[in-house]
């Protein structure tokens, strides 16, 4: 038996908010994905749009490449609002 | 490989710590092999499980029965797709996974081998079949594997319809002719005792619990949940008015739990060896719609891979 292609699905669950990754199937293209992922992933209207994308086009970072990746950001805490000092009386700032 | 121990300890160490693992994290080979084993498994169930309900679509008596029905049979064909997805997560291609069922390699719980024989059986799946798998499944939301986890939450969401609407179909017979009674306890009486099995062997003969339960995969042994389950149900059972098939249920001062009869593991190892009422027919029945359906799969690839193959040439040309 020869697989059908995987697709990774998104769904929006209200206009406003990101699309999110919900789970996979599988679809000869992209409408029959499409298609699917609203039967299998929207049954009791969680979503208002969905996006399908093929898995073998999703590139992501590994995580052993965490500690190169992220912990650069650790010690910037200068990016962060309460790094810096202002008097309490001060006020909408 | 001297530092095998050391990743080993480090994933302990974020198991211990509550963190869930992701699937391009490492992890021992055997908790991946337990992890595809166990979620094909409870796949596998869901597919299987719609056959002995599917049987009652078009005999369900009213049409309010048939929606539920069909609406929770579908969800049931879901669930085996959330699951599947989550297992491939792992690095296991979906047409391997169809071969280890169909080729009998691959076990699903064994519950879906007995007979649906009357429409009292759906009320009796509704809440018992479902109600056990929801005591397993409730744990699993806390599973350590994150999409396993996922996929539990999302399918726990929808199952307390599945068993509300057997307890309807139930209680309904509860308030019916002497006939309809009858048949509710004659369906109970059936399926109790299959439904406690399906939290699987007791302690001494559950051999991979230990290992699931350190690596988190598993929060509670089959003994909590069965334990869990039979608790609840007396109240449940009272109010259909219905006795349970077990003349040693009896609550216990001492453990604040119900005591219940020895279980006839002898039954259960049968029906998992593939010597159940309907073991055969089940797995013949996933062959021949996965055999008769091979043609339409091939066919519906070769139309996309057509449609790609023109829409490329028809941008060169332009
Ligand atoms: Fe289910
Ligand atoms: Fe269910």
Redesign the pocket.
Known sequence: MKNWPLWEVFVRSKQGLHHKHVGSLHATDEKMAIENARDVYTRRSEGVSLWVVESKHIHASSPSESAELYDPANDKIYRHPTFYDLPDELEHI | MADIKSLEEKFQSIVDAETKIEPKDWMPEAYRKTLIRQISQHAH??IV?MLPEGNWINRAPTLRRKVGLLAKVQ??AG??LYLYSACETLGIERDELFDQLHSGKAKYSSIFNYPTTSWADIGAIGWLV?GA?IMN?VMLCRTSYGPYARAMVR?CK??SF?QRQGYEILLTLSKGSEEQRAMLQDAVNRWWWPSLMMFGPTGKESTHSAQSMKWKIKRKTNDELRQQFVDISIGQAEILGVTLPDPDLKYNEETGHYDFGEIDWEEFWNVVKGNGPCNKERLAARVKASEEGQWVRDAAMAYAEKQAKRKSEASKVA
């Open positions: 169930s869901e499980g969800d049931e669930h085996g479902d798998a499944q399918i929808e199952e599945h």
